[in-house]
């Protein structure tokens, strides 16, 4: 039973353009959100969060929006670089599970020069 | 400033050995957490230790423990393998025993390769 649901494997987008990266979850007690990207061959590195009291977050080129009555977050990137390329974990926090991250699957995010 | 350092970094085992995996957290973290990362699924939480005692444990078997050292290092031992636990295993420090924001560090990763 996936509490967190990324359910679009993969999204290419033009250099320039905005990456829109979607996250779906069903537990309601959940209190914050992260973002985070992860590179081959290395370890997941945090990108942006949220607290469940806000409804955006924005830091530099990431922003990120955060719907509780539909149980949805997506992460914005603007302007997107090539650089960017790699796999987007959503993941989540709280809601009884204390000091540990449930993740979603992953998007893996292509950006064309 | 080192950052989480994990090893091995890649091993092969064949089927029913033992595992024992390695964890230094960065410096002055006292949280160490363990994540399995099968291939196409995110992170799967598997253990949580902050100051040498456990916080939290994931859905995982009895074949799967750990522990955490006076110097904040940990092992993560899985018995009797079986093909299933082939994975990228992910070690996480933190300075606090719970998540806000963002502040859990990944390592690199142990590549397990079960045959």
């Known amino acids: 039973d996936q509490q967190v649901k990324q359910n679009s494997p993969s999204l290419s987008v033009q250099e320039g353009r905005i990456s829109i990266l979607n996250c779906d979850y069903t537990?309601?007690?959940?209190?914050?959100f992260l973002w985070y990207k992860k590179y081959p061959a290395e370890g997941p590195t945090f990108l942006i969060s949220?607290?469940?009291?806000?409804d955006k977050n924005e830091d530099g080129r990431f922003t990120v929006f955060l719907n509780k009555s539909a149980k949805h977050l997506s992460l914005h990137i603007v302007p997107s670089q090539p650089g960017d390329s790699a796999v987007y974990f959503c993941?989540?926090?709280?809601?009884?599970?204390?000091?540990?991250?449930?993740f979603g699957k992953g998007t893996k995010l292509s950006v064309k020069p | 400033d080192a950052g989480v350092t994990q090893s091995p970094t890649h091993l092969i085992k064949t089927r029913g050995q033992h595992v024992t995996l390695r964890c230094s957290p960065i410096?002055?973290?006292?949280?160490v957490s363990w994540y399995q990362q099968v291939l196409g699924q995110g992170p799967q939480f598997i253990f949580q230790?902050?100051?040498?005692?456990?916080?939290g444990r994931g859905n995982f078997p009895d074949r799967f423990s750990a522990r955490q050292f006076p110097n904040y290092s940990s092992e993560l031992n899985v018995n009797a393998l079986l093909l299933g636990d082939s994975a990228l295993y992910l070690c996480?420090?933190?300075?606090?025993?719970?998540?806000?924001?963002?502040?859990?560090?990944f390592g690199e990763g142990s590549r397990l390769t079960v045959l």
């Open positions: 410096s002055g973290h006292k949280s």
């Open positions: 996480a420090s933190s300075s606090r025993p719970t998540i806000v924001t963002g502040e859990l560090f």
């Open positions: 230790y902050y100051e040498k005692e456990e916080r």
């Open positions: 949220i607290s469940s009291i806000k």
């Open positions: 537990n309601s007690m959940f209190d914050y």
């Open positions: 993941a989540a926090s709280g809601g009884g599970s204390q000091g540990n991250l449930i």
